[in-house]
């Protein structure tokens, strides 16, 4: 399946499975290319080989796509996803990379035992701005609770505000934007101070 294909074939499966829950998914479409690049480049900048790297809200794996593109060796990916068939579809269209169908409130529990406490970054496109803050702060507090000392959480969101508002103990940074997306994109950093 060429690059065309699964663009086709992503956007449809994720305006069918946002027809059955809008809240879940948060928007109609899929991460623009420019926004999981710029996305990709900040958790790079956090990583080396050899290093375990997870994604959580993986989607369709257009963000998965684009960490790879910048230099995330697959052996060292982790991906999460809620819904099933987005999870059959990241197992099709990239069937090396580990995914792993599941809750990311319960990440710990998800992942592999050998990667706890040593994961540079959490890249997370789940949309934490729909979500109540008793998820918001389940899913963060999962995240932090896989990383290795100073490891970072990257997140992607439609909202030039944080997602996560105040939060003792949090640093928050946004570290990037496209304006000209459609609709405007956001990356921010989160780590623990």
Not at 111 to 121: A, G, H, N
Request: with cysteine.
């Amino acid at each position: 399946m060429n690059e065309a294909q699964i663009r086709r074939k992503e956007n449809w499966l994720f305006f069918r499975q946002w027809l059955k829950s809008p809240r879940q998914l948060g928007t109609l479409a899929p991460i623009s290319v420019k926004l999981s690049k710029l996305a990709a480049q900040q958790a790079i900048s956090q990583y080396s080989t050899g290093t375990p790297v997870v994604e959580i809200g993986a989607g369709t794996g257009r963000l998965t796509r684009a960490l790879i593109q910048a230099g995330v060796q697959v052996q060292d990916l982790t991906v999460v996803e809620l819904d099933g068939q987005m999870c059959d579809f990241l197992k099709e269209t990239l069937p090396s990379v580990r995914v792993i169908e599941g809750d990311a409130c319960h990440l710990k529990e998800l992942i592999s035992p050998q990667i706890l406490k040593k994961v540079c970054v959490v890249v997370s496109a789940i949309p934490l701005m729909y979500l109540p803050e008793t998820v918001r702060q389940s899913l963060m507090n999962a995240a932090f609770s896989v990383l290795a000392p100073g490891g970072k959480v990257i997140h992607v969101t439609y909202n030039p505000r944080s997602p996560l508002g105040f939060w003792m103990g949090i640093q928050q940074n946004r570290v990037g934007a496209t304006w000209f997306n459609m609709p405007p994109g956001f990356v921010w950093q989160f780590e623990k101070q």
